[in-house]
């Protein structure tokens, strides 16, 4: 699984009317730092910065993540119109750790 970290709440909002059919579109975004894998299958040094689509609820407010630990959900990762696999990253909250015990 790949994990991901949300450090900031920022959304960058983008709206306007598409060229080509001319209706409008607006649209959420939220940075992200995903830990990645090399070709070789080792862990990347650092974490990866990438800007995601936020999902929107059902009046259309962006739905941000808040700062914490979560993993790219399987259902993230499907077969598009073209047969191509596609990517439209969605987040699920990473269990928290157990709380050590005193000992």
Same mark, same amino acid.
Not at 28 to 36: G, I, N, P
Not at 85 to 97: D, N
């Given at each position: 699984m790949i994990?991901?970290?949300?450090?900031?709440? %920022?959304?960058?909002r983008m709206t306007g009317n598409a060229k080509a059919t001319g209706k409008p579109y607006d649209m959420?975004?939220?940075?992200?730092?995903?830990?990645?894998l090399d070709r070789e299958g080792q862990a990347d040094p650092y974490p990866t910065k990438?800007?995601?689509?936020? /999902?929107?609820?059902?009046d259309g407010a962006a739905l941000f993540y808040a700062p914490g630990e979560y993993f790219l959900h399987p259902s993230s990762i499907y077969v598009d119109n073209r047969g191509g696999?596609?990517? %439209? /990253?969605?987040?699920?909250?990473? %269990? %928290? /750790?157990a709380p050590k015990s005193a000992a």
């Open positions: 994990k991901v970290s949300v450090t900031s709440t %920022a959304v960058r959420s975004f939220q940075d992200v730092w995903m830990h990645l990438v800007e995601i689509i936020l /999902p929107k609820d059902k696999l596609s990517v %439209a /990253p969605k987040l699920a909250k990473a %269990a %928290a /750790p």
